[in-house]
């Protein structure tokens, strides 16, 4: 099983970047997909979770209203279209994938984790 991260990079502050994690190996209909996020000398965040199955999204409070994760089941890759970007967003972006239905936001319940990408956002 295999998570594929793209998609970071520079942009400035009020920006969009568009994160995609494709998954290999394996469907994911009985999963959960999440990202993560890590921000130097700072512990690994939760941003936003997916139910596979249905298509059900959950987001961190910072994030709300500014960030949309979807799934295309055609392609097995997940998105994460990031709008109205700051500062405080720089970081690196982890995709996770998790057995069963339970949306959950704690990563060490996560069982697959892609390499990371960075985002970076300049003020």
């Known amino acids: 099983v295999q998570l594929q991260a793209s998609g970071g990079g520079l942009v400035q502050a009020g920006g969009s970047l568009r994160l995609s994690c494709a998954a290999s190996?394996?469907?994911?209909?009985?999963?959960?997909m999440g990202w993560f996020r890590q921000a130097p000398g700072k512990e690994r965040e939760f941003v936003a979770v997916i139910r596979w199955s249905d298509g059900t999204t959950y987001y961190e409070d910072s994030v709300k209203g500014r960030f949309t994760f979807s799934r295309d089941n055609a392609k097995n890759t997940v998105y994460l279209q990031m709008n109205s970007l700051k500062s405080e967003d720089t970081a690196v972006y982890y995709c996770?994938?998790?057995?069963?239905?339970?949306?959950?936001?704690?990563?060490?319940?996560?069982?697959?984790w892609g390499q990371g990408t960075q985002v970076t956002v300049s003020s």
């Open positions: 190996g394996r469907t994911f209909r009985g999963y959960v």
């Open positions: 996770a994938a998790a057995r069963g239905r339970v949306m959950t936001t704690i990563y060490e319940q996560y069982d697959y």
